[in-house]
């Protein structure tokens, strides 16, 4: 099987050797990479990296700051020079119906341009999007039933939110394309995949069976970025063989 990272997992490396995190997640066997932030890196510099290596980009994750006024064009262009398809959207508090709305507003201003680009945009979840906000609004139903947006599902967020993660993949299938395969040990509590107390391995076999991409995200830095993600990377490989892959 192929897996991608979230390079956020990373992160004390990225920020001062971007080209040698490239470098080292690739050598464990990860095939692309989702971007959280480009250092002041150009598309130029992270596209000659990603050919170097034999990577790909899966996704970006681009809060809506980079996408209004003129900053959407460049982000377009960003995009589209990297040769990434996939522009997610990694948070918004959704605290009030007043920020849902203004949120969906948004998104149906720029969709159409990005997808006229060959961009598609994701939402990426937390566990406070499955839970009532102040107006008593579930945040994820909203962008369920008013938007088109996919959904790119952080599984173990789903699970910590008390939500079934394969029920909830195999319901919503047609809204998505990739899924953060995460573990953790309740709440905030990060773990390595297999470390933690969601259920990864099915999580897994769901996305196979849906033919998803898996994008592996590790937030602990225990000790180091890169030793987590090695620990994630042994534990897929692992279950690879338990399925003769």
């Not at 947006?149 to 047609?174: C, I, M, N, R, S």
Request: with cysteine; hydrophobic share 35%; aromatic share 8%.
């Amino acid at each position: 099987m192929e897996y991608g990272l979230q390079l956020f997992s990373v992160r004390d490396v990225t920020e001062r050797d971007m080209e040698g995190a490239l470098r080292q997640v690739a050598e464990m066997g990860y095939r692309s990479v989702e971007f959280a932030g480009f250092f002041g890196h150009s598309a130029q510099e992270i596209k000659g990296w990603l050919d170097k290596y034999g990577l790909t980009a899966s996704g970006t994750h681009t809060g809506m700051s980079e996408l209004t006024g003129d900053k959407l064009q460049e982000t377009i262009a960003y995009h589209q020079a990297i040769g990434c398809r996939n522009l997610i959207v990694p948070y918004e508090s959704f605290a009030t119906k007043g920020e849902i709305d203004a949120f969906i507003q948004r998104v149906q201003q720029v969709e159409p341009q990005l997808n006229a680009a060959g961009i598609t945009l994701h939402y990426h979840n937390h566990d406070h999007e499955f839970k009532p906000n102040q107006d008593g609004l579930i945040p994820e139903e909203e962008l369920l039933t008013r938007t088109n947006l996919l959904l790119e599902v952080d599984t173990y967020w789903v699970y910590a939110a008390g939500k079934d993660p394969v029920a909830f993949l195999q319901e919503h299938k047609d809204r998505i394309r990739v899924i953060h395969l995460k573990d953790g040990k309740g709440g905030d509590a990060c773990a390595s995949l297999g470390q933690g107390i969601a259920p990864v391995a099915q999580v897994r076999q769901a996305a196979i069976q849906l033919g998803l991409e898996m994008v592996v995200e590790s937030e602990g830095l225990e000790p180091t970025g890169l030793e987590e993600v090695r620990r994630c990377m042994d534990f897929l490989r692992s279950e690879d063989q338990k399925d003769g892959n």
